[in-house]
T-cell receptor, first 113, second 111 residues
């Protein structure tokens, strides 16, 4: 158990819908990262938040957005869902110092039908 | 951009040694990580290299050559539970800690 929690574990929805994925980082970690993992793309970095502010952005679609709240939990919002958005979405957290190992949550499996 | 290459699949026998190579071409370099990921589970950290040379951690070792843009992960005394995907990841920026991952190498350990 990494100490990072993600809900829900599974999500099945239809094209065009909107969903929210939730992540709680390890106690004491200020950084949260979101990754998307699909069969044909591997693990892709989406976005990073540090202490409530966006720090780095990857290949995140405009239909996707995220935020980090004062209690440091983070939410990833996916809207106008397409079949190709079906993937595992991982959240990771870290302290952002030293070599900065990232600890991954168990992931949310999103299926868009 | 970032380009991180590793073999797609490798097969080895229980008790043997396997070496997973990773080559990278990135816009900067601030460390290379190896993660293990069992199917359907979260990646877990294995090793970190930022200077040239070998880092040993029990049955796992990782090597880095920054001038060649090359790393390998060495798994010794393979066990069935080592069957998993191994992900090479590079931190390229000194301003943030985001990682760029390779596609992963699936290692199958056979009895």
């Amino acid at each position: 158990d990494s100490g990072v929690t993600q809900t829900p574990k599974h999500l099945i929805t239809a094209t065009g819908q909107r969903v929210t994925l939730r992540c709680s980082p390890r106690s004491g970690d200020l950084s949260v990262y979101w990754y998307q993992q699909s069969l044909d793309q591997g693990l892709q970095f989406l976005i990073q938040y540090y202490n409530g502010e966006e720090r780095a952005k990857g290949n995140i679609l405009e239909r996707f957005s995220a935020q980090q709240f004062p209690d440091l939990h983070s939410e990833l919002n996916l809207s106008s869902l397409e079949l190709g958005d079906s993937a595992l979405y991982f959240c990771a957290s870290s302290v952002d110092r030293g070599y900065n190992e990232q600890f991954f949550g168990p992931g949310t499996r999103l299926t868009v039908l | 951009g970032q380009n991180i290459d590793q073999p797609t699949e490798m097969t080895a026998t229980e008790g043997a040694i396997v070496q997973i190579n990773c080559t990278y071409q990135t816009s900067g370099f601030n460390g290379l990580f190896w993660y293990q990921q069992h199917a359907g589970e979260a990646p877990t950290f294995l090793s970190y290299n930022v200077l040239d040379g070998l880092e040993e951690k029990g049955r796992f070792s990782s090597f880095l050559s920054r001038s060649k843009g090359y790393s390998y992960l060495l798994l010794k005394e393979l066990q069935m539970k080592d069957s998993a995907s191994y992900l090479c990841a590079v931190r390229s920026s000194s301003n943030d800690y985001k990682l760029s991952f390779g596609a992963g190498t699936t290692v199958t350990v056979r009895a």
